[in-house]
């Protein structure tokens, strides 16, 4: 048995056992992503500088719609519950499993907060981090695909960083 389905089996194994944790896997999955551009937004908003949210809105967008999107159309990786029998808590995503956009597009906006602000960008990291794990246990990707979405997120916020140290 590869690594890849040993972890995604044994988180995911977890699914459907406690009513808590699934409801706590849910909310972290699908709805933690609003909460961290809530308070990115709020953030701008309390010190009335807009570029708070230039830099990080680059870098998910990047994330998403140029590292991960070009991937995509040349590998498409199936997902969890289109090759096994698991326990599935939410609903599959359109888009091909590897890497996750979930975790590229919240990990780069966790990185990105790290230059304004080392304590919420460190806060932001770990709730990405948990909506990663989410994701497995929700039985939407696989380990391999969080880790591709972490470094695809890493990668974005260094390229836009880059130029934001060029261009501001």
């Given at each position: 048995?590869?690594?890849?389905?040993?972890?995604?089996?044994?988180?995911?194994?977890?699914?459907?056992?406690?009513k808590l944790?699934?409801?706590?896997?849910?909310?972290?999955?699908?709805?933690?992503?609003?909460?961290?551009?809530?308070?990115?937004?709020?953030?701008?908003?309390?010190?009335?500088?807009?570029?708070?949210?230039?830099?990080?809105?680059?870098?998910m967008f990047?994330?998403?719609?140029?590292?991960?999107?070009?991937?995509?159309?040349?590998?498409?990786?199936?997902?969890?519950?289109?090759?096994?029998?698991?326990?599935?808590?939410?609903?599959?995503?359109?888009?091909?499993?590897?890497?996750?956009?979930?975790?590229?597009?919240?990990?780069?906006?966790?990185?990105?907060?790290?230059?304004?602000?080392?304590?919420?960008?460190?806060?932001?990291?770990?709730?990405?981090?948990?909506?990663?794990?989410?994701?497995?246990?929700?039985?939407?990707?696989?380990?391999?695909?969080?880790?591709?979405?972490?470094?695809?997120?890493?990668?974005?916020?260094?390229?836009?960083?880059?130029?934001?140290?060029?261009?501001?």
């Open positions: 048995m590869n690594l890849d389905l040993y972890l995604f089996n044994l988180i995911n194994g977890y699914a459907k056992k406690s944790l699934d409801f706590f896997a849910k909310l972290f999955a699908v709805y933690s992503g609003y909460f961290l551009i809530l308070i990115i937004i709020l953030y701008a908003i309390i010190y009335r500088d807009i570029k708070i949210l230039i830099f990080p809105f680059l870098a990047f994330a998403r719609f140029i590292i991960n999107q070009s991937i995509y159309k040349i590998y498409k990786k199936k997902r969890p519950q289109e090759v096994l029998e698991i326990n599935s808590l939410i609903e599959k995503p359109h888009y091909p499993s590897f890497p996750s956009s979930h975790t590229a597009v919240f990990f780069a906006l966790s990185f990105s907060v790290l230059p304004y602000n080392i304590t919420l960008g460190l806060l932001f990291c770990v709730i990405s981090f948990f909506m990663a794990l989410s994701r497995i246990f929700c039985g939407v990707h696989w380990p391999l695909d969080v880790l591709a979405g972490i470094f695809s997120g890493l990668i974005s916020f260094i390229i836009i960083y880059g130029l934001k140290l060029y261009v501001w």
